[in-house]
């Protein structure tokens, strides 16, 4: 069986909702229909039965009407609307007196039903309601008084009112279905967008968005969450095909110099010093090629997040000093005087790896880029409970309208214009990963031709 749509779901749990809801109620409306018909009925015929006990008397255990005659002409010229039918009962079951709308027929006397309760009854196959009062002579029994009235048109306004409700019910339910249907349709109408959206979005199509409901309910919630999600998705590929295009590129780079130095190399023989050479040149490009393939492996590792932390006490000022000393040989071939103020011993909760690399990659491109002959000042603080890291090189600096690119993938300021500085533009792309991922503040700062500023706040 085909299973039912979202909009018939709706409509389909309003109405069994909506129809336990109606059956209650029509249950209540005919429960108190009918307590107020039979209670009408009772109270009459407790009135005829407080009013024919006071024109009773037992003569001689005969049981007779005070005034005969007067009852019986009273009987026959009154309008009998709901006729009441009374008679008397002797002590041994003989009918004493019954009223003249009975004729020859009686009513009978049940011994099992208890004295002074209203039951149910047939009177020539018609319903009837009866009560059988017992009387009294000097608290001895003499006989019973039966008094009935007829249920035919009580019967006759309940079975009317049941039909009624039974027409009416399954009528009222086909009424709803159709108007929660239609009502449950234009809800989820931005579901119906949701989908049409979805369905047009391809890899070549990520621009699609789903128009936001006019009401800000929760379904207004969903379209804005899934636009967001949208927007995530395509900035993320947009960055994968970025990532992709300029990991080619950089890589493609080195190959093509090696490629291009073997081929040269194997035009014509060469003396030995030709090949150490050129073989050399190779071996400092795989050089280069691993150190890129490195970083690029780091950066897509960071990039999904995949790299799990271990958090322990980082020895910050041994990090700093590890890191001066392997680029010991390039700050003495620029002869770069290094300053480093560490008033006391600084230890952060974080990452010891993650931090090396973040510590190297900033000092390594303060050294680089670092003019012959300068200052790198490395300061560590405590300021405001927080424990800052200060590198400040009086190098080349970075242009005021690049320093929201230097966070980019495999962008370089100025590439053209310092040629003799090799780089890949990677390094300040994983450094801002990394901090988000540590959570550590980064603050870069620079002038063109007079330095640049980086502060670490743990």
Request: net charge neutral; charged share 25%.
């Amino acid at each position: 069986m085909k299973p039912l749509s979202f909009k018939n779901r709706i409509a389909f749990y309003y109405i069994i909702t909506t129809a336990l809801l109606i059956f209650v109620v029509f249950l209540v409306i005919y429960s108190i229909v009918r307590f107020s018909v039979y209670d009408h009925i009772n109270n009459d015929i407790q009135s005829e039965v407080d009013k024919h006990l006071t024109e009773i008397e037992i003569k001689n255990d005969h049981i007779g009407l005070i005034h005969n005659d007067e009852w019986r002409e009273r009987e026959h010229s009154a309008v009998a609307v709901n006729p009441v039918f009374v008679q008397f009962y002797d002590k041994n079951g003989r009918i004493a007196e019954k009223s003249p709308n009975l004729k020859i027929q009686t009513l009978t006397f049940h011994s099992k039903i208890r004295d002074n309760e209203l039951f149910d009854t047939k009177l020539v196959h018609k319903s009837i309601r009866q009560i059988q009062v017992p009387l009294f002579q000097k608290g001895i029994k003499k006989g019973y008084l039966l008094i009935a009235m007829s249920l035919e048109d009580a019967t006759m306004v309940l079975h009317n009112l049941a039909r009624i409700l039974i027409i009416a019910y399954p009528l009222i339910l086909l009424i709803l279905f159709v108007i929660a249907r239609l009502i449950a349709g234009r809800s989820i109408k931005p579901i119906s967008a949701i989908i049409a959206t979805s369905e047009s979005i391809t890899k070549d199509n990520l621009s699609s968005r789903i128009p936001l409901p006019q009401n800000q309910d929760e379904l207004f919630i969903l379209s804005k969450t899934i636009n967001s999600l949208l927007e995530r998705i395509e900035s993320t590929i947009e960055r994968e095909k970025q990532f992709t295009s300029d990991a080619s590129h950089e890589l493609r780079t080195p190959l093509t110099v090696i490629k291009g130095t073997l081929e040269v190399l194997i035009r014509k023989p060469r003396n030995q010093e030709e090949y150490t050479n050129k073989i050399t040149f190779c071996i400092s490009e795989v050089n280069r090629l691993n150190h890129l393939v490195d970083q690029l492996l780091l950066l897509a590792r960071f990039e999904n997040q995949k790299q799990s932390l271990k958090i322990e006490k980082v020895f910050l000022n041994g990090i700093i000093l590890d890191v001066i000393s392997r680029y010991s040989s390039v700050i003495l071939v620029k002869n770069i005087q290094v300053f480093t103020d560490f008033d006391t011993e600084y230890y952060v909760e974080s990452d010891d790896y993650l931090v090396s690399i973040i510590i190297e990659n900033l000092l390594s491109n303060a050294i680089k880029y670092s003019k012959d002959n300068a200052n790198l000042n490395i300061t560590i603080c405590q300021i405001d409970g927080k424990i800052t890291c200060q590198i400040i090189d009086f190098g080349i600096g970075i242009p005021s309208e690049d320093l929201d690119k230097i966070f980019n993938q495999f962008y370089r300021s100025k590439p053209n214009d310092h040629s003799e500085i090799k780089g890949m533009g990677l390094g300040l792309s994983i450094v801002k990963r990394l901090c988000a991922l540590l959570r550590i503040t980064l603050h870069i700062s620079s002038q063109e031709n007079l330095g640049t500023t980086v502060i670490l706040s743990f």
